[in-house]
């Protein structure tokens, strides 16, 4: 089947009253950079839908492609064009619906008749292309109650256009209608599903990553760059902050006891995240923590551990299952990526039973032999920082053994 | 010597083997190994892979690595039996497929599984009105080969597929290993779950093969050990075969069949025609690239002998049933008259092929039939 153009229809954005055009401005730029490279594709955007038009048709399987991952949109569909006369508006639409199973499924005809002057009028051309596909495709019943398959003729004075298959989009919201906030990247199976909720919603964020050399390995930071580069896909450039954590790390294990040091190494981090957000001008921190998967997120881990700062800590995933969190990384691409087996700056240096109810008391009295804040903000001086379009990784094609 | 025993194993491709040997000496390391060397060679392994992936049409899709088409036959029909056990226990396969499918189907029988074996026509071909009336709700695994090694006649797998996923929730499985090279094989447009390949059949190496799944199909393990290949095929993955493999992908790689091929055999048929003593086995839908004949009332074995002693390389019906007395399955299965079975031959043509080798051909097959008319 040969489309011409997509409907695409926007999700929560109908709903939103003044700030409605400002978020059809963000949709629209996003999908725009989601089709960067596809040079013969452009939008019109409309109160209540948008419309992707491509000169190329092999672009447009592309965009087809594409836009399931880009939030904010509710469903899209492909779009066939026809010259706006009854004969070949019928052929088309048997073509339409048989792209897609018909046997057992109900249907009915829609008509949009924007061009007044088409002879027939909306009620004639229900009947003639209703009669004509039932003809013609067997095992369609019809139903105008909640129909499978909803025929959509939308006549207009450039030509006829049809549409019936529904595709669902990602919903949500643009991302970079609600906000900036950093994630925190550790490597495993959590903290990107965490960004990536947080950017259905219309976050844009960047992400910041503590990274231990020599304890843990280039690989390690190179695995955090390909989850930052999987995040990318959903319609924001994350840049990625990646901290030197070697030094503070040290530190926090010679001065704290073991059973302690993991709840203290907590609070650097965030001290040291709180600043680097502070930095960029984000406004929330957003951790994958999922309530008492392991010893730091146990309510009272968390609640001596976020005495650090008063900046709002989104925990997207506190409430779910591990085997939930599993499932939507592998329905978005990270999971691969995360079961890769280095050492992040969380497994090394973990005591065997650190304390699941840490005393604020404790924790306070421990950290007061050192002054924490000067390796805080060296760590957060000393960072690297990756643009989003710097996170690919060139591998080695090998083409010539190939 | 002129080698036609292409469809029991082909020569390696000098390119390909200098990539096999470069691979070697380079990357070496383990695929799964945490270190930059293990990591370059896994970045090369999934690179190889999607090469084949993207021949077959099949981008989003899996490649399992296998030891070859035996093994990668033996993984589907154990493999996918085992994983949909509990959706029922029928399986539908051919009567015409190679020994790996039988046989592994026949040790399913052993343990509870019911096997249908569709029968085939004079022509080879299975019949869409049998399939469609074995296939139950129960049904969990169809395999039905693209290309039959014998007689090189080819199944209407696409029409198949429409039957399978119309009428059940079956996997569908196809035995490429004779048809990747010489037709377009597509698992998109061929409508299958799954594949095989075998890399010596396509100027490759032999002992590499691979089973290649379409997304989301699932199935067991036959084999045990560290859980290479998603937990699929445990054994360290050798880079050097999958790059091979990958490279005899690409070289084989046909869009449509291969006219010079057809040419050469239709030349064989057309001589064939003009002696009673023989008959022509393979239809004229099947692929080009396998020609078999029966002799009346001359064993197979002595027309082998004759043309080898005359410097032509054929053999009898398929290597993997050549040795043995009986008369193959296949040949069986066509309802040959009783003096022809015996002496049936199989010419195959491959890349290495000439014009020339097959003008020599014809003079051999001359030579002998005026040899047999005079009575031997």
């Not at chain 1, 929330?284 to 923590?289: A, K, M, N, Y």
């Not at chain 2, 039905?144 to 209407?156: A, F, R, S, Y």
């Amino acid at each position: 089947m040969e489309w011409n153009e997509i409907l695409i229809r926007y999700g929560e954005i109908s709903l939103k009253g003044r700030n409605r055009s400002l978020f059809i401005r963000k949709l629209k730029n996003n999908i725009t950079s989601a089709m960067m490279d596809l040079k013969s594709i452009h939008l019109r955007a409309e109160r209540d839908r948008m419309f992707l038009m491509a000169e190329e048709s092999d672009e447009l399987k592309k965009a087809l492609e594409r836009l399931p991952h880009v939030f904010g949109i509710q469903s899209f569909s492909p779009v066939a064009q026809c010259k706006a006369d009854l004969k070949t508006i019928q052929q088309k639409a048997v073509e339409v619906i048989g792209s897609s199973p018909t046997e057992g499924k109900t249907f009915k005809v829609e008509v949009k008749r924007q061009d007044k002057e088409f002879p027939l009028v909306t009620s004639e051309i229900q009947r003639e292309v209703g009669g004509y596909v039932l003809s013609h495709c067997p095992g369609l019943i019809v139903q105008m109650k909640k129909p499978d398959i909803v025929l959509l003729v939308d006549i207009r004075k450039e030509g006829a256009f049809l549409t019936s298959e529904v595709i669902k989009g990602a919903g949500g919201m643009p991302v970079g209608s609600n906000g900036n906030s950093l994630l925190m990247l550790s490597g495993g199976i959590d903290s990107p599903v965490a960004g990536y909720q947080m950017m259905k919603r219309g976050m844009s964020i960047d992400a910041i990553h503590f990274a231990s050399p020599p304890y843990t390995s280039e690989l390690a930071q190179r695995k955090v760059m390909d989850l930052a580069e999987k995040l990318c896909t959903f319609g924001a450039s994350v840049r990625l902050h990646i901290i030197p954590f070697t030094e503070l790390q040290q530190a926090v294990v010679k001065q704290v006891p073991a059973n302690i040091s993991m709840t203290t190494t907590r609070r650097m981090m965030l001290q040291v995240a709180d600043r680097v957000r502070e930095e960029i001008k984000a406004h929330g921190i957003i951790t994958g923590e999922s309530l008492g998967q392991v010893a730091s997120q146990t309510l009272e881990s968390m609640t001596a551990i976020n005495e650090v700062t008063s900046t709002p800590i989104l925990r997207p995933l506190i409430a779910m299952d591990k085997l939930e969190i599993i499932a939507i990384s592998q329905q978005i691409g990270t999971y691969d990526i995360s079961i890769r087996p280095y050492e992040d700056c969380c497994t090394i240096f973990t005591p065997s039973s650190p304390k699941t109810k840490p005393k604020l008391e404790k924790v306070h009295y421990y950290e007061s032999f050192l002054d924490f804040h000067e390796l805080i903000e060296e760590a957060v001086k000393n960072r690297t920082v990756i643009e989003a379009s710097e996170l690919h990784e060139d591998v080695e094609v090998f083409d010539d053994l190939l | 010597m002129i080698y036609l025993d292409n469809s029991s194993t082909t020569q390696p491709d000098q390119a390909v083997m200098e990539s096999f040997i470069a691979v070697n000496e380079k990357y070496y390391a383990n695929p799964a190994s945490l270190h930059c060397m293990g990591r370059e060679a896994e970045n090369f392994l999934e690179r190889s892979k999607q090469q084949m992936l993207t021949v077959v049409e099949n981008e989003d899709g899996e490649v399992i690595l296998t030891s070859g088409g035996t093994e990668s036959n033996n993984l589907a029909i154990l493999g996918f039996a085992q994983e949909y056990a509990s959706r029922g226990n029928h399986i539908i396969t051919t009567s015409i497929e190679h020994p790996s499918v039988l046989n592994a189907c026949r040790h399913l029988e052993t343990i509870g599984f019911v096997v249908d074996y569709l029968s085939v026509d004079d022509s080879g071909l299975i019949s869409l009105e049998e399939l469609k009336t074995k296939l139950s709700q129960d049904t969990i695994l169809v395999s039905i080969m693209h290309v039959n090694n014998e007689i090189g006649t080819i199944q209407p797998i696409r029409e198949c597929a429409q039957i399978i996923k119309t009428g059940s929730r079956a996997i569908f499985h196809s035995d490429c290993v004779q048809s990747l090279g010489k037709l377009p094989v597509s698992i998109n447009q061929l409508g299958v779950d799954a594949i095989t390949v075998s890399s010596h059949k396509i100027n490759g190496l032999k002992n590499s093969g691979a089973l290649l799944l379409k997304k989301g199909v699932k199935l067991q393990p036959i084999n045990f050990g560290g859980g290479q290949e998603n937990g699929i095929r445990s054994g360290t993955v050798s880079l050097p075969h999958a790059v091979a493999l990958a490279k005899a992908f690409r070289l084989s790689a046909v869009d449509s069949e291969r006219s010079d091929f057809r040419i050469w055999r239709d030349h064989l048929k057309v001589v064939c025609q003009d002696y009673e003593n023989i008959q022509v086995i393979c239809p004229d839908h099947a692929a080009p690239h396998i020609i078999a004949l029966a002799f009346k009332s001359i064993k197979g074995e002595v027309a082998v002998n004759f043309f080898q002693e005359h410097g032509v390389i054929i053999s009898t019906s398929s290597a993997c049933s050549s040795k043995s007395k009986n008369v193959g399955h296949v040949i069986e299965a066509l309802g040959l008259k009783d003096n022809f079975k015996s002496g049936v031959i199989r010419i195959s043509f491959g890349n290495t092929t000439t014009k020339e080798q097959i003008d020599k051909t014809v003079n051999v097959l001359k030579s002998f039939m005026d040899l047999i008319e005079k009575g031997m």
